[in-house]
């Protein structure tokens, strides 16, 4: 997550213990028995005493599974009709304003005689009631599941005694993951360090750690049997849309017209290329907002991009795993290489920025959440987006794309996903496995949509060679893409992609069907002035698998799809030998007839004719059978038959 969400997260749970003063001791650092608050970014967190005591912490945790203000999320109903938001959830930062973020840290592995696991248990157990401000309902959850069943089993709808161990059993809380969220913000928040806010690092105790790992386990067995009676939704979060749902959002995206003072041509583009860049990275919001021009180049088949951190390496060690786009000249509405080219091309290097942010200026996840908002309102209620407008924001994009990855036959397993999108597949692992090249590229070219078979899957990108690349070098790339000169040298490399994208698609009246005629990027140079787009048509190459006169190697292909385009190579030349075999059949069995037919018709009145031909005027002359016989020879075997 973010550090603004971390840090909203850490601002509520401060404000959740000064509800308990007889923990002002433990909890905070005071001043006159008032506790205090940071200074600078941090001016509204209060100072807690560090390391935090375990008491403090399960109180906490306590406290935080029973409040019911905690979840009310803003709900947008797409109609202008009024909502109300706590202003406890604003201060939770739980609005979906950015990256509705679900991933969160693994629970503790289970070790059998881990002695400091099982006192961790029994401290837990010894917690409860330890405050009377505090009922402790995420310690003995059995009791609690037993009294929400127990209550049930007259089968109607009914309001329960408050139960002293569980205030809000029936009662909608957060959800679990929003409670395990809370201690990956609490433990991110006592590790930081940051002079400017007085807010001094300490290491995450072990023993803490173990007491919230167990009152999450607890409190996510209370949740099920919240969602078994009704009382909290089956999902949590936002949901995936379907792929027509995003071909439906891309293409509104694509189709997006400036109108009256609500949002320019620039919306429209932003929010493509934002959404498409999402899936294909599987990245989260908040990466793709911090994405740099630098951190962009092109590597063979593939523009490559690297996050400078993401939620699982936040000191950016891994910032030399690279995530690999692939273009899909199949489907430009999604192609997110034809997106990239179309916004370079339409905003440029904007001023201030210096060629460094693509995406410049702050909170761009919010700026893009507002826009999908418009999206969702404007598009027709009639189509099936995979799910309710409501449960669709920022994160859709990234559960979309892992959804749609792992569930592919023959596709990319769940390890790599997972690698790609900056996710955690276990301690150990975590330890040992690396994202690889074919491996992320094989991810790459599934969340491209790419048919898995061998008519799209190892297709290259649509690209220049040799020659016209020093064409269009003697030209001058400044008069192709105004500010080219103003952009790091490792995005250079990527323009000449970018642009044989833009001469491809104008070929083949992709451009035209996808925007609008007045679209921004009909008005740029290379479209006013079509000269040299005319003299390129033609000179973009377009392969699968293997180019000879670039060297370009398809990357990401699985042997089956090789083996699939060997076979379809075999099976077309079987084809065409067996096509040529039966059309020649076909002529000499026509021929044969026709001279059979010759044959039959004209020998008896041949034979006639040469009986006759022996006939002397005084008589008839004897004719034996060999003189038949040598008549009807010597007619076969003559040159006219």
């Not at 409190?219 to 009382?231: I, N, P």
């Not at 990855?405 to 690396?434: E, H, W």
């Not at 033609?538 to 293997?546: A, I, P, R």
Request: proline content about 4%.
């Amino acid at each position: 997550k973010s550090k603004r969400s971390y840090m909203s997260q850490c601002k509520v749970m401060t404000q959740i213990l000064k509800r308990c003063p007889d923990l002002y001791s433990k909890a905070f650092v005071c001043v006159d028995g008032v506790p205090q608050k940071h200074t600078g970014e941090g001016n509204q967190i209060y100072k807690l005493k560090l390391p935090l005591d375990v008491d403090v912490g399960t109180a906490l945790f306590a406290a935080i599974s029973i409040d019911e203000n905690l979840p009310l999320r803003k709900r947008n109903t797409f109609d202008d009709s009024a909502t109300v938001v706590t202003a406890v959830e604003e201060n939770a930062g739980l609005l979906d304003h950015g990256d509705d973020d679900l991933n969160s840290d693994a629970e503790i592995e289970e070790h059998d005689g881990n002695d400091n696991r099982l006192a961790s248990r029994d401290r837990a157990t010894s917690m409860v009631g330890t405050s009377s401000s505090f009922p402790n309902p995420a310690i003995d959850s059995n009791n609690r599941v037993r009294n929400v069943l127990s209550s049930g089993n007259d089968g109607g709808q009914h309001e329960a005694s408050v139960d002293a161990m569980n205030p809000s059993r029936n009662k909608r809380t957060v959800s679990a993951q929003t409670y395990q969220n809370y201690k990956s913000a609490l433990r991110w928040w006592h590790t930081y360090n940051n002079p400017e806010m007085e807010k001094v690092g300490y290491p995450w105790p072990e023993e803490l750690n173990n007491i919230i790992a167990i009152q999450i386990s607890a409190y996510k067995r209370d949740v099920g049997a919240k969602k078994r009676q009704g009382t909290m939704k089956q999902r949590e979060g936002k949901l995936p849309y379907n792929l027509f749902g995003y071909k439906t959002i891309s293409k509104f995206f694509a189709q997006m017209q400036p109108k009256k003072n609500m949002y320019t041509w620039s919306e429209g583009i932003f929010a493509g290329l934002f959404t498409k860049l999402s899936v294909n990275t599987i990245g989260r919001s908040d990466n793709i907002d911090d994405l740099l021009f630098s951190n962009m180049d092109w590597l063979d088949d593939s523009l490559t991009i690297c996050f400078g951190t993401t939620k699982a390496d936040q000191a950016g060690e891994k910032t030399s795993d690279v995530k690999r786009i692939f273009a899909n000249p199949f489907l430009p509405e999604l192609c997110c290489i034809l997106q990239l080219a179309i916004y370079v091309w339409c905003t440029g290097v904007q001023e201030g920025n210096n060629g460094r942010f693509l995406f410049p200026g702050t909170d761009q996840n919010k700026r893009y959440y507002n826009i999908l908002k418009v999206a969702l309102a404007n598009i027709d209620t009639k189509i099936d987006l995979g799910a309710r407008r409501e449960d669709i924001g920022t994160h859709s994009n990234r559960k979309f794309a892992e959804s749609t990855s792992v569930s592919k036959i023959d596709g990319p397993s769940r390890t790599q996903v997972c690698l790609r999108a900056g996710q955690g597949v276990g301690r150990t692992q975590d330890c040992y496995m690396f994202s690889e090249d074919d491996g992320d590229a094989l991810v790459g070219r599934t969340v491209a949509q790419l048919q898995l078979n061998a008519d799209e899957f190892d297709v290259l990108p649509p690209h220049f060679d040799h020659e016209t690349l020093k064409e269009l070098e003697d030209y001058g790339w400044a008069n192709v893409l105004s500010d080219y000169d103003k952009y790091p040298a490792s995005f250079k490399r990527v323009i000449p992609f970018l642009f044989a994208q833009l001469v491809y698609h104008w070929h083949e009246g992709k451009l035209a069907t996808l925007l609008p005629a007045a679209h921004p990027l009909f008005q740029q140079r290379i479209f006013r002035e079509r000269g040299l787009i005319d003299r390129l048509k033609g000179k973009v190459v377009f392969e699968f698998g293997y180019c000879e006169k670039t060297m370009m190697t398809a990357h990401g292909v699985p042997g089956l799809i090789l083996v699939s385009r060997e076979i379809r190579k075999f099976r077309q030349h079987y084809d065409t030998t067996c096509k040529a075999f039966s059309e020649g059949l076909g002529v000499l069995k026509r021929s044969i007839e026709g001279m059979e037919s010759g044959i039959y018709a004209d020998l008896p009145g041949e034979i006639v004719g040469a009986i006759l031909h022996r006939v002397a005027v005084n008589g008839a002359v004897p004719i034996s059978m060999t003189d038949i016989r040598k008549v009807i020879s010597e007619m076969i075997e003559s040159p006219t038959g």
